[in-house]
């Protein structure tokens, strides 16, 4: 610690030294005045010193002049009397000028010296202690007692100036009580610090305002939320620069307001108003708020963390192998349907690549970085799907966990949700998923509040949901809220071209290793049905480096197809040819119309000329399948 005595005179200079060095404590002594002390203070400040010690008119210079603690060495009762004891050697008629007020009893004193004692303090400066002594000179006072400017002007009328000096005692008190403050001070302004850097630092905006509503603190959290300067409100009535805030209030009620929703240019804010007591009594106001949409973004943060793992798309586009036109045009439509929010339906055979477009279309959008989330509405059970979707609120029926569960769209909050096999969500479930749809918030269940989201939906199915509406087994008002953009995936019997560029890509997913297959091979493969599309194929290939080493590839795909006849599945050898079912002659017609209508996009036009039948004729074939 730093700490530095202004001495008005050498002896007292010398004393601190001596007292100092006795005390073990460092201590700098500047001797002499120095404009009144205060420029020598002033240069002392600059060097860092903690404390700066001083006494009588010196001390009063420099304490205003400085932002350093300053303490006086006071002048004590025992100083007098020792100024006493040498004044009444000259002279029983004595003056007593002091600069500040010492409480003692004049008349003892003067009755105990036997002197005639005229008491004067308080003066403010050097011209008023000038006329006290010329009023203690007219009366006819031949010793002055005082500080040092007193005793030479008393010297100057002629009178005798006697110098009241700090004795040892003082000094070695006023050192001590210098350690004491800078002590108190330091762990001050370490408190100090801790506070100040927390409410800098804080992510939250905070105001302070005392009793009056003016604003004493204002921090750079609240600069930015509110695009006020600090030193533009600090000092002003806060209700000046934000008209909406309830600062005001707090401060004439002394109550608290929690969770208020704020506007402040343009920025909605949520804030915590807190009043100020001191012994009951309201001292000022507290506020804490946030920007919502900050609010907002650190839920985001917080559920990306909690919940990433396993809620990443790790396929983008890219991964839906293959190069005939089919599949470029199906891959175009997905990345133009990436660029929108609206809800995505895909279409097809089991095995087409559904969850890939998925996760591709995901991957592509601007939700990329928030969660994947992808459901298989036929894998759940019913009385689980709907707290699954939605989640459940603590207590909702017995076994729920403690606190509840974020259901699935909770989860996808800002990215995505894949419903996958949604033909098979139970009609019960429908009118719920509709409302989420439409309105963009859920209902846990057991819980009686809305839960607001931001989630993009894309839904699959291999069923029919047109004839799932007509038969009454899906809601049709839920299909055309599904069916915004509309993706159809490719049967891989259409797509005969990419078979031989899937075998390969396969091969070398599953295979380091060179595996001899002949290009004999891959054209029978071509020739195949593939009734389970690329994942049939993709589970052929594998069997091959499975069992490459101990079968020529060419009997494992005759075993292959073995298989495949046994479970009565037919074969095709061209494009132009169409598997039906074995049944009844109208059955089986019912089943070409059914699929040739599929694959003209229900256009009953573009099948009738393929048919070659007229309009009406497959209006009426159309309307005994859909009566069926």
Not at 37 to 66: C, F, H, M
Not at 143 to 168: C, D, F, N, R, W
């Amino acid at each position: 610690m730093k700490i530095a005595f202004i001495a008005p005179y050498e002896d007292l200079a010398r004393l601190v030294n001596s007292v100092s060095v006795e005390m073990g404590i460092k201590v700098d002594v500047f001797p002499g005045v120095f404009k009144g002390g205060a420029g020598t203070a002033k240069e002392l400040e600059k060097q860092n010193y903690d404390i700066v010690i001083s006494r009588g008119a010196t001390y009063y210079n420099i304490s205003s002049e400085v932002n350093i603690p300053v303490i006086n060495c006071d002048i004590t009762s025992f100083d007098i009397l020792y100024a006493l004891y040498e004044a009444v050697k000259f002279s029983k008629k004595i003056g007593l000028i002091i600069h500040q007020q010492n409480s003692f009893n004049v008349k003892l004193i003067s009755d105990v010296f036997g002197i005639d004692l005229l008491y004067m303090n308080s003066y403010k400066n050097i011209e008023e202690s000038k006329l006290m002594i010329e009023k203690a000179y007219n009366k006819g006072y031949e010793v002055i007692i005082g500080g040092i400017s007193t005793k030479s002007y008393a010297e100057h009328l002629g009178l005798k100036g006697i110098l009241i000096k700090t004795s040892p005692e003082t000094v070695r008190q006023v050192i001590k009580n210098a350690v004491e403050v800078i002590t108190l001070s330091r762990k001050q302004m370490i408190q100090a610090e801790r506070l100040n850097q927390i409410l800098n630092f804080s992510y939250e905006g905070i105001i302070v305002t005392d009793s009056e509503g003016i604003v004493t603190f204002f921090n750079p959290a609240a600069e930015k939320i509110m695009r006020i300067k600090a030193n533009d409100i600090i000092g002003n009535k806060a209700d000046k620069f934000i008209p909406t805030t309830g600062l005001i209030e707090v401060v004439k009620t002394g109550e608290a307001q929690f969770s208020a929703v704020q506007k402040v240019k343009n920025n909605t804010i949520i804030t915590n108003r807190i009043p100020i007591k001191i012994k009951g009594t309201v001292q000022g106001a507290v506020a804490t708020f946030q920007d919502i949409s900050k609010i907002q973004d650190y839920e985001i943060k917080i559920r990306s963390e909690i919940y990433k793992k396993g809620l990443l798309a790790k396929y983008t586009l890219e991964n839906y192998i293959g190069s005939s036109n089919k599949i470029k045009t199906l891959i175009s439509k997905a990345k133009m349907y990436a660029k929108s929010d609206s809800t995505v339906l895909i279409t097809g055979e089991s095995g087409t690549g559904k969850e890939i477009l998925a996760q591709g279309i995901h991957n592509a959008s601007l939700r990329k970085d928030y969660p994947f989330v992808a459901v298989n509405c036929s894998a759940i059970p019913e009385n689980l799907l709907e707290s699954e979707l939605f989640g459940y609120d603590e207590g909702a029926f017995t076994g729920a966990k403690k606190g509840g569960k974020m259901g699935k769209f909770e989860l996808a909050h800002k990215g995505t949700i894949f419903l996958d096999e949604i033909g098979s969500m139970p009609m019960n479930l429908q009118s719920g998923l509709l409302r989420v749809l439409q309105e963009r918030q859920v209902w846990r269940v057991g819980s009686n509040k809305v839960i607001q989201i931001d989630v993009r939906i894309i839904a699959a199915t291999n069923n029919d949901l047109f004839r799932a509406v007509e038969k009454g087994n899906f809601r049709s008002d839920l299909y055309y809220r599904l069916n915004v953009l509309k993706l159809d995936t490719i049967p891989l019997r259409e797509r005969k071209d990419d078979i031989e560029i899937l075998f390969d890509y396969f091969l070398n997913s599953f295979c380091s290793e060179d595996v001899n297959i002949n290009q004999t091979l891959k054209n029978e493969l071509k020739k195949y049905y593939w009734p389970g599309n690329v994942r049939e194929l993709e589970n052929f290939v594998e069997r091959i480096v499975l069992l490459h080493k101990y079968i020529p590839p060419k009997e494992i795909f005759k075993d292959f197809i073995e298989d495949i006849n046994n479970a009565n599945v037919n074969m095709i050898e061209d494009n132009d040819s169409l598997i039906i079912k074995r049944g009844t002659l109208n059955e089986m017609e019912q089943d070409i119309i059914t699929k040739l209508y599929s694959e003209c996009n229900e256009n009953s036009t573009q099948l009738s000329e393929r048919l070659n039948i007229s309009r009406t004729t497959l209006w009426k074939k159309l309307k005994k399948i859909k009566e069926k």
